[in-house]
């Protein structure tokens, strides 16, 4: 019936998928749910969220049988939400738990003759550490050092069934099913036919979305109020000021603040949410994005959902939403700034290039990766720096509704995990609880929600188009993500210090 009204089929999206799941507890027969987890490419986030959907189904009186042949610390955390959990014979798991291992090329640089002077807004800044430095500094250390251990404690909570197992024993980077088993993570060995027997009744996967779109079904219904769903993801750049079609894998301002622009025109669109994943990048367009922000919120409300990463840049447009919901799992924070500058005079001076300056002017030499930089212009950076964190402290405290006081705390480029008590966020959840809140909020109101996905750019994908830049090779070798505008100095960076990988297969 639902189908017959609905058109033809369509590929589920992710909050399609989230939905439905969530429908699922409102089943009045269901009593047992079987998953079966083939290796899934997903963020810590995805996992986390359907994780917790299935803790909610858990709690509300489902029996859910979890099965897996292989996979990684996504795969386990999804184990780890099931009743009964079971796994192949010959089934293997890899795990790597969030850590860092950063590269430091401070004496290799001077070594070939490049000296990289770094402008940092505070101790915990630590993106240019890498170029200036052969280790962390102190504070940088223990700041990351924190991120990590409590990412890791969080993650191995729920591996160890809530403390039922060691900690330790998810150490181990490759583990079997059998060894599995006899910890007590796995309840039995079973094939694939033993875990879904071909005689079993079964259900499609897509039922808990039909069984949500068939409970909102009317022969006459009200004009549903749309909720717009911006997916905000990767570097945030300015991108091409006439090109309006948003891309995958950055966040390009003046698309972005079109897009923003056609939202607030559209009547239909009655509230929007941020979805944010971002590490940051070019704080000017940031503030372009922030402030295009508040005036969208003028007219309707806008909330934010931080995924898996929403740090500086990614926090700053971020600070101008109402409310802000973050996964558990997310990376935030890095509220600062920093400025790398190299100066290439003793490499050049190797390979015998001179060059002459001519027609230089005062502060000329900023813009030169030859000419040392003079004082006038070294204290001229520093001011420029602090007038940069101002503006960003300035723009958090508004609209965060914090005491000026406690940016000394939450302030000078220091990461972390999301907090409720501090103010740093409104709510931890996932995308499905910032609708759940909309909802709530209007009782009586129907709502239908539109995913505002950017448009799929066959040039990223390939490097002779683009898709492949030094300055990605760079953040692939150096561990660290990398988002550099073109312009003088790259001034406009805003970055975490250290990208934390874990491998999802």
Not at 322 to 328: C, G, K, L, M, Y
Not at 370 to 377: A, F, N
Not at 497 to 502: A, F, K, L, T
Request: proline share 4%.
């Amino acid at each position: 019936m639902v189908r017959k009204f609905q058109g033809k089929e369509t590929t589920l999206t992710r909050l399609d998928f989230l939905t439905g799941l969530r429908s699922l507890g409102k089943v009045p027969y269901l009593k047992t749910l079987k998953i079966y987890l083939p290796p899934m490419d997903w963020s810590l986030s995805e996992f986390w969220e359907v994780k917790e959907e299935l803790n909610r189904l858990k709690s509300g009186g489902v029996s859910i049988q979890g099965y897996a042949k292989e996979g990684g610390l996504g795969t386990l955390l999804l184990l780890s939400a099931c009743s009964e959990r079971y796994a192949g014979k010959d089934s293997e798991f890899h795990i790597q738990l969030p850590s860092a291992e950063t590269a430091f090329y401070g004496d290799f640089l001077k070594a070939w003759g490049i000296e990289v002077e770094a402008f940092a807004s505070g101790p915990f800044k630590s993106f240019a550490e890498s170029f200036t430095r052969n280790g962390f500094s102190k504070d940088a250390r223990k700041n990351t050092e924190d991120l990590i251990l409590n990412l890791q404690n969080i993650l191995l909570t729920s591996l160890s069934l809530d403390g039922k197992l060691k900690k330790e024993l998810f150490y181990k980077p490759i583990q079997t099913a059998e060894g599995f088993r006899s910890i007590g993570f796995i309840d039995s060995i079973l094939t694939e036919k033993e875990f879904l027997p071909d005689d079993e009744p079964r259900l499609n996967e897509t039922i808990g979305y039909h069984f949500h779109k068939l409970r909102s079904f009317s022969l006459l219904p009200k004009k549903a109020k749309l909720i717009a769903v911006v997916p905000l993801e990767g570097g945030i750049v300015g991108g091409d000021y006439s090109k309006k079609e948003r891309e995958i894998g950055k966040i390009s301002a003046y698309s972005t603040i079109a897009l923003l622009r056609e939202l607030k025109e559209d009547k239909s669109v009655s509230c929007v949410v941020l979805e944010i994943s971002s590490p940051g990048g070019s704080a000017f367009h940031s503030e372009l994005i922030h402030q295009e922000i508040l005036n969208l919120k003028e007219s309707k409300p806008v909330l934010a959902y931080f995924k898996d990463v929403a740090a500086s840049g990614g926090y700053y447009i971020a600070s101008a939403a109402e409310s802000i919901t973050a996964s558990e799992v997310c990376i935030t924070g890095s509220i600062g700034a920093v400025m790398v500058r190299a100066n290439l005079k003793k490499l050049y001076n190797r390979a015998k290039v001179k060059k002459e300056s001519v027609g230089f002017y005062p502060y000329r030499d900023i813009l030169s990766e030859y000419t040392p930089l003079g004082k006038e212009s070294v204290r001229y950076l520093q001011e420029e720096i602090k007038r940069i964190e101002s503006q960003f402290y300035a723009r958090v405290i508004e609209g965060r509704k914090i005491e000026p006081e406690k940016m000394k705390t939450l302030g000078g480029g220091r990461v972390y995990l999301p907090n409720v008590e501090n103010k740093i966020v409104d709510k931890l959840g996932g995308i499905l609880d910032v609708l759940e809140s909309i909802k709530d909020k209007f009782p009586k109101t129907r709502f239908a929600v539109s995913y505002e996905l950017p448009e799929y750019d066959f040039r990223s994908e390939l490097p002779s188009f683009g898709g492949l830049h030094l300055k990605q090779m760079l953040g692939e070798i150096t561990g660290m993500e990398i988002f550099l505008q073109n312009g003088w100095m790259n001034r406009d960076l805003y970055l975490s210090s250290v990208r934390i990988r874990w491998k999802n297969r």
